[in-house]
């Protein structure tokens, strides 16, 4: 037993073995990801590629996207920030996108369809881009679940005009998003850097991360005295600031993407991604990601397998799928929440909050997900005692809500 909770990182966080393959000189040749869909720009988060892929497409005010109903509200800021309106389309059961419903939606004034591949899972991606290139619509590839993998034997955001990524949700990175496009050059978008202190910002963030998490313990020591003056410098530099201008420095250095809210900051529309996270997303072994995200979310699975008030979101893991997340359906999803969460499991409930006004009557199926998913990391920074550690309180979860029902 152990004597005290382990803190689970919720996301990747880097590691020794960040670096090195599970099958180590045998590694095979690199898994497909969204980066091999098309032309490639590496912004600050995903949210930000979204800005610019609704850009590039011309967007004009008066102009409708439609948006799934079933989504994280960081995805509609961009709209309004071209001028757009986003008219929100429903969704089956499945999280599928429910094209009959897009249909109706369509009116004389929609440019573009966003569509997400939830959880790595690829949506039918040739019926939808037939039905788009049928109807003059320009198609937006949501892969911020849904780095890595393929759909009809083509990487994973080869389907839409544009494809976007959030990169930080599947490296142990502080920031990081993708635009890519199969079909459109990106020449005319020329990124700026962030400038130092969001460089610095970039790196120390992802090593304190690290260390808050038992990773790296030699980087930490060695780490410890010139991270003690940053911390001094840092809290002086701090205190002359909010004596000046109020504001926090904190969100004058990095994008507040990166601290898991869903605000949207226009200035950083145009700028790199720190160069911290492209040298750990160029050195990170995409086979390790790959095959330690499947296996974990198979623990996952099995450990849940047979267990009364629940089924996966997802009846099968296919070959190629690269999950971001265990996405589990529960019965009585808010009992074993907050025992869970009690616990310390770190837990999602992805779209749980969504834009206003978009309720159950807007889609029923996205009000159901939202309330009844709850997702699992499973991650390849989990090591083995954290996973089945999960696993364990997850079954324990779902065998006492059993008893008591
Ligand atoms: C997280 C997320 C985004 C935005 O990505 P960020 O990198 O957080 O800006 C877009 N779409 C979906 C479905 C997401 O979950």
């Known amino acids: 037993m152990r004597a005290h909770r382990p803190s689970l990182p919720i996301a990747p966080v880097l590691s020794r073995a960040s670096f090195s393959g599970p099958q180590g000189r045998h590694a095979a040749a690199r898994p497909p990801s969204v980066l091999d869909a098309g032309q490639v720009r590496m912004v600050t988060s995903g949210r930000v590629a979204i800005a610019l892929a609704l850009r590039q497409m011309g967007l004009q005010p008066g102009d409708e996207v439609l948006v799934p109903a079933y989504h994280s509200p960081s995805m509609v800021p961009p709209v309004l920030w071209c001028g757009a309106t986003p008219v929100f389309y429903r969704v089956g059961a499945d999280a599928s996108v429910d094209l009959d419903d897009v249909a109706a939606k369509l009116g004389p004034a929609t440019r573009a369809l966003m569509v997400t591949n939830y959880f790595g899972f ?32 083509k990487p994973v955001g080869s389907w839409g005009d544009y494809a976007i990524a959030s990169s930080m949700k599947f490296f142990p990175t502080y920031e990081g998003g993708a635009l890519v496009s199969a079909r459109h050059r990106l020449d005319a978008i020329v990124l700026q850097p962030g400038g130092l202190g969001f460089e610095a910002k970039a790196a ?48 004058s250095l990095a994008p507040a993407s990166s601290d ?92 749980h909050a969504r834009w206003p006004g978009v309720d159950a009557a807007t889609c029923a199926n996205g009000a159901m997900l939202a309330q009844r998913v709850i997702a699992f990391p499973c991650h390849q920074e989990l090591n083995p005692d954290e996973l089945a550690w999960m696993a364990d309180q997850l079954q324990q979860a779902l065998l006492a809500q059993a008893v008591a029902a």
Not at 143 to 150: D, E, I, L, S
Not at 222 to 249: F, T, Y
Request: aromatic share 10%; net charge positive; hydrophobic share 45%.
């Open 122 to 153: 690829p949506q039918a991606l040739q019926t939808i881009r037939a039905f788009c290139d049928a109807r003059g619509l320009q198609l937006l590839e949501d892969c911020a679940h849904c780095f890595f993998g393929q759909y009809r034997g």
């Open 204 to 251: 120390l963030a992802t090593l304190e991360n690290s260390f808050a998490h038992g990773r790296l313990p030699v980087v930490r020591a060695l780490l410890r005295l010139p991270l003690g003056l940053k911390d001094m410098a840092w809290r002086a530099l701090k205190a002359r600031h909010n004596a000046g201008a109020g504001a926090s420095i904190k969100t």
């Open 260 to 351: 898991s809210g869903f605000d949207f900051e226009p200035r950083w529309v145009d700028k790199r991604s720190a160069w911290f996270s492209r040298v750990i997303m160029k050195l990170a072994s995409t086979r390790r990601i790959c095959t330690l995200r499947r296996r974990h979310y198979l623990v996952l699975e099995d450990a849940t397998r047979g267990l009364p008030g629940c089924r996966p979101l997802f009846p099968t893991l296919p070959e190629g799928v690269v999950p971001w997340q265990f996405p589990l359906l529960l019965d009585d999803p808010e009992s074993i929440f907050e025992r869970l969460h009690a616990a310390g499991v770190p837990l999602v409930r992805f779209a």
